[in-house]
């Protein structure tokens, strides 16, 4: 019984996951490709928010159930992440002011996928601690 719930929870954790991939994708190149006007382009930029935001309630229930060690785990490799972030982040703000930063290599639209990567490298350092 515990195992079909887990695999339900990975199944539900990964739809929700694609739909938001999908619908990210769908709204970039929306947004890049197409002759929009404001209302439709504002509505092709908030598509993903819905999806991401089922992702992330699946996510935080996937990581509920989860025992107390994998939960520490994640708790970790979030500790571990939020200040690589914050560091990227404000780094990248004063290099902004220092010299002219070219938008097509460090706007939000790039940088933004710098986050899973700190998160994993967290949990890759967390897992080599408690395995």
Do not use: C
């Not at 992330?56 to 785990?73: H, N």
């Not at 930063?101 to 408690?130: N, V």
């Amino acid at each position: 019984m515990k195992v079909a719930i887990e695999n339900q929870r990975w199944r539900a954790l990964w739809i929700a996951g694609v739909a938001w991939l999908l619908a990210f994708v769908a709204a970039r190149a929306a947004l890049e490709s197409m002759r929009l006007g404001s209302q439709a382009k504002i509505l092709a930029a908030v598509l993903p928010v819905v999806p991401a935001a089922i992702f992330v309630r699946y996510f935080v229930g996937f990581l509920r159930g989860l025992d107390e060690l994998q939960r520490r785990i994640h708790l970790e490799a979030l500790a571990i992440a939020y200040p690589i972030a914050t560091l990227f982040l404000w780094t990248l703000g004063l290099m902004e002011l220092a010299i002219d930063l070219p938008s097509e290599d460090w706007s939000y639209r790039h940088i933004w996928s710098f986050l899973p990567m700190f998160y994993f490298i967290g949990l890759a350092i967390a897992w080599r601690r408690y395995r």
